[in-house]
């Protein structure tokens, strides 16, 4: 069985920075890629960014272009995702996610793996 765990989710003030961590552990996966996912109370799951594992290729969608960085950490199996100059907007739960085939990356039906979530929380 394959864990992704999150963590560095928060309450941050409109303009501040948060650093979202996803861990991934347990039986060894082959994963051509990982991303990030948010969902806003009332709002479908959105797709945020994605990275390929080997390549390092990132991915983002438009409103976070600029802001959000994606990263990975292969020694530590670790994917993370700096956010600078937050807005309130883009508070939602952010969810980790793992892919195999590493295709189709900005769906959800891209993704076989997912974590649990982390709340993040930005105040106006």
């Known amino acids: 069985q394959v864990q992704l765990v999150e963590s560095g989710g928060g309450l941050v003030q409109a303009g501040g920075s948060l650093r979202l961590s996803c861990a991934a552990s347990?039986?060894?996966?082959?994963?051509?890629?990982m991303g990030w996912f948010r969902q806003a109370p009332g709002k479908e799951r959105e797709f945020v960014s994605a990275?390929?594992?080997?390549?390092?290729?990132?991915y983002y969608t438009d409103s976070v272009k600029g802001r959000f960085t994606i990263s990975r950490d292969s020694a530590k199996n670790t994917v993370y995702l700096q956010m600078n100059f937050l807005k309130p907007e883009d508070t939602a739960v952010y969810y980790c996610?793992?892919?195999?085939?590493?295709?189709?990356?900005?769906?959800?039906?891209?993704?076989?793996?997912w974590g649990q979530g982390t709340q993040v929380t930005v105040s106006s």
């Open positions: 990275i390929s594992w080997s390549s390092g290729n990132t």
């Open positions: 347990g039986r060894t996966f082959s994963r051509s890629a």
């Open positions: 996610a793992a892919s195999r085939r590493g295709i189709g990356l900005s769906d959800s039906t891209g993704y076989e793996y």
